[in-house]
């Protein structure tokens, strides 16, 4: 089987195989990507992929309603959640997005409509050979995260929207000799 490069080992494989680049609608998993997409600013997507079921678990299973609630005490109780990140402003904009994501929700009738529909629905198949030919981010990219800042988000620039893009499917940046191309 031939994979992207990055997918070498077990951790990344089963994110490349299973969720990076195939077209996600569902609300819950929208949310959560774009989460951890943010946590994963300066850091390793590996880094994050081993932290995913703790923030599953400390997060209510990503409920971004029951994380929109959140107040200072439970704010205070995952800067102390071990296996959590423990960056004050990543954490602060767990729940800042959440009621963003619920804000456009209520404009749009879904999250899965305002994102998708900066692509005509349709998902952008690139061609690139190798990951290294993957830009960090594009014109694309930087007009979501300008929206999305407008819209009170925050850890979404340019970088984490191109990231984000792929991750849910907007984008396939699978390598072309890929299997999952």
Same mark, same amino acid.
């Given at each position: 089987m031939k994979r992207c490069a990055w997918? =070498? /080992?077990?951790?990344?494989i089963q994110y490349h195989d299973e969720i990076w680049g195939k077209p996600q609608h569902d609300e819950r998993m929208l949310y959560k990507m774009l989460i951890l997409e943010g946590l994963q600013a300066g850091?390793?997507?590996?880094?994050?992929l081993k932290k995913e079921k703790a923030y599953e678990k400390a997060l209510d299973n990503f409920d =971004?309603?029951?994380i929109s609630q959140y +107040?200072?005490?439970? =704010?205070?109780?995952l800067l102390?959640?071990?296996?959590?990140?423990?960056?004050?402003?990543?954490?602060?904009?767990?729940?800042? /997005?959440?009621?963003?994501?619920?804000?456009?929700?209520?404009e749009y009738g879904s999250f899965d409509q305002y994102i998708w529909k900066f692509t005509d629905y349709q998902q952008i198949q690139h061609h690139y050979?190798?990951?290294? +030919?993957?830009?960090?981010? +594009?014109?694309l990219s930087t007009k979501i995260s300008n929206d999305l800042k407008k819209k009170g988000f925050k850890f979404v620039g340019p970088t984490i929207i191109y990231s984000y893009l792929q991750?849910?499917?907007? =984008?396939? +940046?699978?390598?072309?000799d890929c299997n999952f191309y």
């Open positions: 997918a =070498y /080992n077990e951790i990344l850091l390793s997507w590996e880094i994050i =971004y309603i029951k +107040d200072q005490k439970k =704010y205070e109780e102390n959640t071990p296996l959590l990140i423990k960056n004050k402003l990543k954490m602060k904009a767990i729940i800042t /997005n959440a009621q963003a994501f619920i804000q456009i929700q209520k050979h190798c990951s290294s +030919d993957v830009p960090a981010f +594009d014109d991750a849910i499917g907007i =984008y396939n +940046d699978h390598e072309i």
